[in-house]
């Protein structure tokens, strides 16, 4: 089947009619965010201070990417296990949070809030890093710098490949596959 | 007495850790190949068409394949008479996974310590696990392992009671667990026997052998065998969105143990299977 391509960020039409198991192309802006990004925001969140970058309507990528070499946009830029983020994802999908690329499973927490919020999880290929880097166009750093590979930085990304593994629906495509192949 | 000189294993060692992360073995490369060939879902099939091209895309532009490029982990085979000129071994390797990963453009990876999280910038320190074997060489076996996997491996002290049946329901039980986590088509590492910590070293070492060399045991070969089918009848699939590819290979070894003990070590690597050998003669 022919992915369909989406450009960001994601309407409501999209998030709805985006199902469990569907191949994406997506393009427009992301935000690179992981471990210790999210750690920083949240926790310093608690003390009053905002977060770096309005998150409503906007799609978190899970990467921390490997150094450019000169005249490169980015290294080496696949995703990493999204479950390290569930205890900080809830509070983002609050804050207006509509999609997270990355891969491997989410709690049933944050399976819950992505129905309750309206927003979608996409899986890359874990691994398939040199491949998704061509589809980065540009990349910026633009908050925590001190966080060397784990800084958050601004990337245009045009026809990024993804599936839907959680949507809106309760969808879950590690379920569903997983029991159709099992014999 | 054979003498290496310790700019000789620093050289050596920083070209293995490009290599690693560039070049994906051949033996992984071939299991893509023909596992895209008896791949039930279209889904994995794509997965899999996708870690091909990445792989060729890594080789020839001399770039990591996967962003996570890793602890630098050594099992080395040093020879009694082979002597270490101008340093120590541990500090050769050390320097190499710097330089390594620095001229490479690899990720740093390593912090200084679990509890504070900061980087040592240079992703050192290696792991490094030595054997003494007979002779002079010196060989160094390498793999950049990732975190992904790394992070679903899990050991148990199973009682003897349990048996083959109990050893392979607790393999099953990770490699389900693990699911997506780990990055499948995994290569799956079992240790069974020895004590504690050398069982987790066993899981380790048995990722070392490539992929579809059997066991010298043939009842060793036979569980590597009845795994591999039982671990691709779960469903997981590549990525883990379901499918019949989900170990392209598991690898056993043993070892004696305690009449009380039955360690079993289920130690995973996802696909991005990156290792070097290189023999100082």
């Known amino acids: 089947m022919e992915p369909r391509k989406i450009t960001l960020p994601l309407t409501e039409a999209d998030l709805h009619s985006l199902k469990a198991g569907d191949r994406v192309l997506l393009s427009g802006i992301v935000y690179t965010a992981r471990d210790a990004a999210h750690k920083r925001m949240v926790e310093q969140e608690r003390e009053g201070i905002v977060f770096p970058i309005d998150f ?18 980015i290294g080496s830029a696949g995703p ?67 966080l060397g590979t784990e800084a958050i930085r601004k990337l245009t990304i045009e026809d990024f490949p993804v599936f839907v593994i959680n949507d809106i629906h309760g969808g879950d495509i590690y379920q569903e596959g997983v029991a159709k192949y099992k014999s | 007495m054979k003498e290496i000189y310790y700019e000789e294993i620093v050289n050596e060692v920083k070209e ?41 895309i890594a080789k020839a532009e001399r770039v990591p394949m996967c962003q996570d490029t890793g602890t630098a982990v050594f099992i080395v085979e040093l020879g009694h008479d082979c002597r270490i000129v101008g340093g120590n071994l541990l500090d050769a390797i050390n320097e190499g996974v710097a330089r390594g990963y620095d001229e490479g453009y690899l ?29 002079e060489e010196l060989t160094l076996h390498m793999t950049a392992k990732g975190g992904g996997a790394e992070n679903m491996s899990a050991l148990k002290m199973l009682k003897p009671s349990d048996g083959i049946e109990g050893i392979k329901n607790y393999i099953l039980s990770i490699v389900k667990e693990a699911g997506p986590n780990a990055c499948p088509p995994l290569i799956v590492g079992i240790g069974i026997g020895g004590n504690f910590e050398r069982c987790a070293y066993l899981a380790k070492k048995s990722l070392f052998r490539p ?6 045991d043939p009842a060793v070969a036979e569980l590597e065998e009845e ?49 070097q050998i290189s023999m100082f003669k």
């Not at chain 1, 409503?56 to 946009?73: F, N």
């Not at chain 1, 999908?93 to 979608?120: C, F, P, T």
């Not at chain 2, 992929?211 to 010298?216: Q, S, T």
């Open chain 2, 211 to 216: 992929i579809g060399e059997r066991h010298e």
């Open chain 1, 56 to 73: 409503a309507g906007q799609v978190i990528y899970y990467v921390g990417p490997t150094p450019s070499r000169p005249g490169e946009v």
């Open chain 2, 107 to 135: 990720r740093n990876s390593m912090i200084y310590h679990p509890l504070n999280r900061k980087n040592t910038g240079n992703n050192t320190p290696a792991i490094v696990h030595i054997e003494l074997v007979e002779g």
């Open chain 2, 227 to 275: 795994l591999i089918g039982e671990i691709n009848r779960l469903g997981i699939g590549p990525q883990g969105m379901g499918g019949s590819t989900t170990a392209l290979d598991v690898k056993v070894e043993v070892e004696s143990c305690h009449i009380a003990a039955l360690p079993v070590a289920v130690n995973l690597n996802c696909h991005a299977s990156r290792h």
């Open chain 1, 80 to 146: 990493t296990t999204s479950g390290r983020m569930d205890l900080y994802t809830p509070r983002l999908l609050e804050k207006g949070l509509k999609g997270m690329i990355g891969k491997g499973h989410r709690n049933q927490e944050v399976k819950d809030a992505l129905v309750k919020h309206k927003a979608v999880y996409f899986g890359a290929v874990g691994g398939a890093a040199a491949l998704i880097s061509r589809s980065i166009k540009s990349a910026e750093v633009i908050a925590y710098e001190d």
């Open chain 2, 16 to 56: 293995m850790c490009k290599r690693a992360n560039y070049d994906l073995g051949e033996d992984v490369y071939t299991a893509f190949k023909r596992a895209l060939t008896t791949e039930r879902s279209e889904t994995g099939k794509e997965v899999l068409t996708q870690l091909i091209e990445n792989a060729d």
